[in-house]
């Protein structure tokens, strides 16, 4: 069974930046690529960045510029490192497959408050 355990979140100021990983249960990430997803309280869960298993990187506008996806295939472990955060990228953070095929795990708070 696949699961992931995401870390690395917690609460910045404007304009900070913040580095989360997800640990994948097995070689995901080198078959189906990764994502990156978040859900604000009240919206929709989004991804907001994925690598295929080819490299080809995509990003949701928004975070375009900000916000930069890796993989190590080796250690099954994707990561999002996000830069210049704003308020409206708060949101609990999870990572899956493209597209996100398995059960979600527990995620990892982005709060970016003054």
């Known amino acids: 069974q696949v699961h992931f355990v995401e870390s690395g979140g917690g609460l910045v100021q404007p304009g900070g930046s913040l580095r989360l990983s997800c640990a994948a249960s097995?070689?995901?990430?080198?078959?189906?690529?990764a994502g990156w997803y978040r859900q604000a309280p009240g919206k929709e869960r989004e991804l907001v960045a994925s690598i295929t298993q080819f490299g080809l990187i995509n990003y949701q506008d928004s975070v375009k510029d900000r916000f930069t996806i890796s993989r190590d295939n080796a250690k099954n472990t994707a990561y999002l490192q996000m830069n210049s955060l704003k308020p409206e990228d708060t949101a609990v953070y999870y990572c899956?497959?493209?597209?996100?095929?398995?059960?979600w795990g527990q995620g990892t708070q982005v709060t970016v408050s003054s």
């Open positions: 097995g070689s995901i990430f080198k078959i189906y690529g």
């Open positions: 899956n497959s493209i597209p996100g095929r398995y059960s």
